[in-house]
Nanobody
């Protein structure tokens, strides 16, 4: 499967943004899909994920503010980000695979190219 992330941009604190991960080659519903983010000099951080069953899970830092969803018709997985904070600024990556531990980035096989999200204070 090939993944392409899009929708990043610049937003003010408290604002919202929706980023999307478009899959091609295979159906995204066949995978666990996760969103990760990374800032310069830091490791990739788990943000949110959705399992094949549709079960969703979130990092504590974004729970209640971010929502991950899958559209089987469009073959996309979106991340709706509300109440954004400056600390949400990062490059966001989507990943797909069949991880034993969905919170670990190393267990995902396929990655998109990343999209920059910048939250101004």
């Amino acid at each position: 499967v090939q993944l392409q992330a899009s929708g990043g941009g610049l937003v003010q604190t408290g604002g919202y943004l929706r980023i999307s991960c478009a899959a091609s080659g295979r159906m995204v519903r066949d995978y666990v899909v996760g969103w990760f983010r990374q800032t310069p000099g830091n490791a990739r951080e788990f943000v949110a994920g959705i399992k094949k069953t549709g079960h969703t899970y979130y990092a504590a830092s974004v729970k209640g503010r971010f929502t991950i969803s899958r559209d089987n018709h469009k073959n996309t997985v979106d991340l709706q980000m509300n109440s954004l904070k400056p600390e949400d600024t990062a490059v966001y990556y989507c990943a797909a695979g069949w991880p034993s531990t969905p919170l670990l980035d190393v267990e995902y096989e396929f990655w998109g190219q990343g999209t920059q999200v910048t939250v101004s204070s």
